[in-house]
């Protein structure tokens, strides 16, 4: 929690802000670093390097053969949803041989999204299993690539095995709109269930 001064009729008013940290998830190529680009209010902090032929031995480019960087430590964001809430955006690397970096990444952290999709879905199976062995509340968004196949929130449900209460939306995380409505969708989910997240 912190706290930043506003002026009201001439004398200086204590509002109190929230703050929340949300990861953002998911398999590699699934568009993270794209998403939290897309909402940040800021300019986003990454921490992209170009794909090397030594990487190529243990990097599955099954799917996005023509990604050409990749995410090594994370991606960082800020949006600010109201006066009194502003979301710290942190974007999680995405290969295996980064995942070391998850524990310290979700230290703090109220909540997560989870991109997929569908093309490659067992990409994101790895960060779903993760967020809920820790009992991290966190939405479902499927990134919709073009000319990938669409699927209802059900049948991704049903996919991925999720829990009934677990938010499934689909989007484009190219979209600001489209990813805001990700975002809000998981902050609607930590308030239903009981977080401290008030707007």
Same mark, same amino acid.
């Given at each position: 929690? &912190?706290? &930043?001064?506003?002026?009201?009729?001439?004398?200086?008013?204590?509002?109190?802000?929230?703050?929340?940290?949300?990861?953002?998830?998911?398999?590699?190529? #699934?568009?993270?670093?794209?998403?939290?680009?897309?909402?940040?209010?800021?300019?986003?902090?990454?921490?992209?390097? $170009?794909?090397?032929?030594?990487?190529?031995?243990?990097?599955?480019?099954?799917?996005?053969?023509?990604?050409?960087?990749?995410?090594? &430590? %994370?991606?960082?964001?800020?949006?600010?949803?109201?006066?009194?809430?502003?979301? +710290?955006?942190?974007?999680?690397?995405?290969?295996?041989?980064?995942?070391?970096?998850?524990?310290?990444?979700?230290?703090?952290?109220?909540?997560?999204?989870?991109?997929?999709?569908?093309?490659?879905?067992?990409?994101?199976? &790895?960060?779903?299993?993760?967020?809920?062995?820790?009992?991290?509340?966190?939405?479902?968004? #499927?990134?919709?690539?073009?000319?990938?196949?669409?699927?209802?929130?059900?049948?991704? $449900? +049903?996919? %991925?095995?999720?829990?009934?209460?677990?938010?499934?939306?689909?989007?484009?995380?190219?979209?600001?709109?489209?990813?805001?409505?990700? %975002?809000?969708?998981?902050?609607?989910?930590?308030?239903?269930?009981?977080?401290?997240?008030? $707007?």
């Amino acid at each position: 929690m &912190a706290y &930043a001064d506003f002026e009201h009729d001439g004398n200086r008013a204590i509002a109190e802000v929230h703050v929340a940290k949300i990861l953002i998830a998911g398999g590699f190529g #699934v568009g993270k670093t794209t998403l939290v680009g897309t909402l940040s209010e800021v300019a986003p902090l990454r921490t992209e390097e $170009r794909l090397s032929e030594i990487g190529s031995s243990v990097d599955d480019l099954t799917g996005v053969e023509a990604k050409s960087t990749t995410t090594v &430590a %994370l991606d960082f964001g800020r949006i600010t949803i109201s006066p009194k809430l502003i979301v +710290y955006l942190f974007g999680t690397p995405g290969q295996d041989r980064f995942w070391f970096m998850w524990r310290e990444l979700s230290v703090g952290a109220l909540g997560a999204v989870v991109l997929a999709d569908t093309r490659r879905i067992d990409a994101c199976f &790895a960060a779903v299993d993760y967020f809920e062995s820790r009992q991290i509340p966190f939405v479902v968004g #499927v990134n919709c690539f073009d000319g990938a196949e669409v699927y209802d929130e059900d049948e991704i $449900r +049903y996919a %991925l095995d999720l829990s009934p209460t677990t938010p499934v939306r689909l989007c484009d995380v190219r979209d600001r709109e489209s990813t805001k409505e990700v %975002l809000l969708h998981l902050l609607e989910h930590l308030r239903s269930s009981a977080l401290p997240i008030r $707007r």
